[in-house]
């Protein structure tokens, strides 16, 4: 069974529309996060979700809104897409106490045309 | 301004060497230090984990070195074999919870050659 997972796992779209990307995970963790990592494999914090709530928004274009609707799933909806955004987008999962492992997901790669 | 400093940016070694990758840290707040492994097309995935009140953690043929006073941490990697070959990340993350987020360093690329 896949722990943390994310669909779809390739997204082509032009520029100006609007995309969402979903992760779920089968861990009963508390904490949910999306990364980007860019063309030069840099991997970076976007948000952060403790048990339905944001806890961390880094600095983030608004139009990326994330959107836990359980402690489950974390997705992330980007509104208005630019030619900037193609990158992989992962997300992970922890949990609060005890082990502080953060499983990713398997990634999307999402690409703007 | 990046927290955690990953060098080389890239490694290539004999089937059979220690490959070594070195991480540099700022945040004297940082608690945890992660390294993690990732092969194209996948997403990353935890190798091995430090805190720093001990200074080595092995885990198989991964090692962790970690000199707090000069705040960096390292991964070796022993008998490397072909199939080690991706891009390892060091990462640190600060707090008492696991809620916190990751910091990573920019990654090695690590080739082991037959």
């Known amino acids: 069974d896949t722990a943390v997972s994310q669909t779809p796992k390739y997204l082509v779209t032009q520029m100006g529309n609007d995309k969402s990307i979903k992760c779920e995970q089968n861990?009963?963790?508390?904490?949910m996060y999306w990364y980007k990592q860019d063309s030069k494999k840099f991997l970076k914090i976007m948000f952060s979700?403790?048990?339905?709530?944001?806890?961390i928004n880094e600095t983030v274009p608004n139009r990326f809104s994330p959107k836990s609707p359980d402690k489950a799933h974390l997705n992330l909806h980007i509104n208005s897409l630019e030619l900037g955004d193609s990158a992989v987008y992962f997300c992970?999962?922890?949990?609060?106490?005890?082990?502080?492992?953060?499983?990713f997901g398997p990634g999307t790669r999402l690409t703007v045309t | 301004q990046q927290q955690v400093k990953q060098s080389p940016q890239s490694l290539i070694v004999q089937k059979g060497g220690i490959p070594i990758i070195n991480c540099a840290y700022e945040?004297?707040?940082?608690?945890?230090f992660p390294w993690y492994q990732q092969f194209p097309g996948k997403g990353p995935a935890l190798l091995i984990a430090?805190?720093?009140?001990?200074s080595e953690k092995k885990e198989g043929r991964f090692t962790i070195s970690f000199n707090k006073s000069a705040k960096q941490f390292s991964l070796h990697i022993m008998d490397s074999q072909p199939g080690d070959s991706a891009t390892y990340f060091c990462?640190?993350?600060?707090?008492?919870?696991?809620?916190?987020?990751?910091?990573f360093g920019k990654g090695t690329r690590l080739s082991v050659i037959a």
């Open positions: 992970a999962s922890s949990q609060v106490t005890g082990r502080y492992e953060q499983y």
């Open positions: 861990l009963g963790h508390d904490t």
């Open positions: 979700y403790n048990n339905k709530e944001l806890i």
């Open positions: 945040n004297t707040a940082f608690d945890y």
């Open positions: 430090i805190r720093p009140d001990v």
């Open positions: 990462a640190a993350s600060m707090g008492r919870s696991g809620n916190t987020p990751l910091v």
